[in-house]
């Protein structure tokens, strides 16, 4: 990695990092308690932006596999993988932070309304693309992931839309008007979506870098080994 690399992954980290602080102050102490829900409506500063981010990751792995398939450059195989991962990772997240929120509020754990249940199947879908990059051999891992990758990205819109097509106990929190929040929740929210951002690109650079450095081992261990083999 050469010096202005490093001097930019480690400037991205640091404000990453300090973005993070911040977010976290504005949650426990900057925004208000709502009157309704009291403290546990602070998870939704949580759990809004990880739904987004799951869906961001969702869309560059859909995104990069059609452009694998069309450029059949491995890099967009990795980056579709790569993102794929993390957003697992975010959508798990909401999949922990929802049932927390609902419990005092609901007075469930779970419930199979719309946009639980597409989201837990959204879950489901990801985790079988990362399950199928394991079991198919290598020289079909990358068109099949890429197919998968396309095909799977159709639950996300439905996700979205769910409390807008069935009806659902779900709140909608983005209307036409915006978000029906207060000034300081607003803010707050927005810098929560900052930190996240910041985070998910700092976790997606970094997890690209270390596959493109598996690639790389392999195909020279592969090449050590057929010149082994062919002496």
């Known amino acids: 990695m050469s010096a202005s690399k490093r001097v930019f992954k480690m400037t991205l980290e640091i404000i990453t990092f300090l973005a993070m602080f911040a977010a976290l102050y504005a949650i426990f102490l900057y925004a208000p ?35 694998y398939l069309y450029k059949r450059d491995l890099k967009w195989d990795a980056a579709a993988f790569c993102s794929a991962e993390i957003g697992v990772i975010f959508c798990t997240i909401v999949l922990i932070t929802g049932p927390i929120w609902a419990k005092p509020i609901w007075n469930v754990w779970w419930t199979w309304d719309p946009r639980l249940t597409t989201t837990l199947i959204l879950w489901f879908v990801y985790i079988a693309y990362l399950m199928l990059r ?12 890429a197919v998968f990758g396309i095909i799977g990205f159709v639950n996300v819109p439905i996700t979205f839309l769910a409390i807008r097509l069935w ?21 707050t929210l927005a810098l929560t979506f900052l930190a996240f951002c910041l985070l998910f690109f700092c976790l ?13 081992t392999e195909m020279v261990s592969a090449l050590v080994e057929e010149k082994f083999y062919s002496n």
């Open 33 to 67: 308690v709502e009157k309704t829900m009291g403290l546990v409506q602070k998870i939704f500063y949580i759990h809004l932006p990880a739904a987004f981010l799951a869906f961001l990751g969702f869309f560059i792995t859909f995104i990069a596999s059609l452009l």
């Open 134 to 145: 394991s079991v198919v051999k290598e020289h079909q891992r990358a068109n099949f992931s």
């Open 167 to 187: 009806r659902s106990i779900h709140p909608v929190l983005i209307s036409s008007r915006g978000i029906n929040i207060s000034t300081p929740m607003k803010h």
């Open 204 to 216: 997606l650079k970094s997890r690209i870098r270390l596959e493109k450095t598996r690639m790389d």
